[in-house]
C-alpha cells in the first residue's frame, strides 16, 4: 500500500461518523437503510460518506432496488492494519526520550 492510499483512508476516517460506519460494518453488511436508522443524517449525506469510504477502498457496494448494501473491503481493511503495525516508535539505547 502506498503512502497516497494510506493517506486517503486516514482521511476518510478522520470523520466520526465514517468511522463508526466502518465499526458498524466491521460486524457483517448492512443495508444503506439501516445505518441511515443509526445516524442523525440525510440519505444524501450518508451518500456522501459511503461514496469517499468506497473510493478509498475501505467499503464495496451492491445495489438492490433503491437501496445499497455495503460491506468491508477486507483486502485493504487488512493492508491498511498492516502498514499501521508496521509503524514504531524509535528509542535510542542511550536512553532517549519517545
Known sequence: MNTIDVALICKALGDSNRLQIIQMLSD???????????????????????KILNECGLVNYWKEGRWHHYSLNCETLNTFKTFVEGLSCYKEESGGSQ
Open 28 to 50: 457483517g453488511e448492512k443495508c444503506g437503510c439501516k445505518l441511515l436508522e443509526a445516524f442523525e443524517i440525510t440519505q444524501p449525506t450518508l451518500s456522501h460518506h459511503m
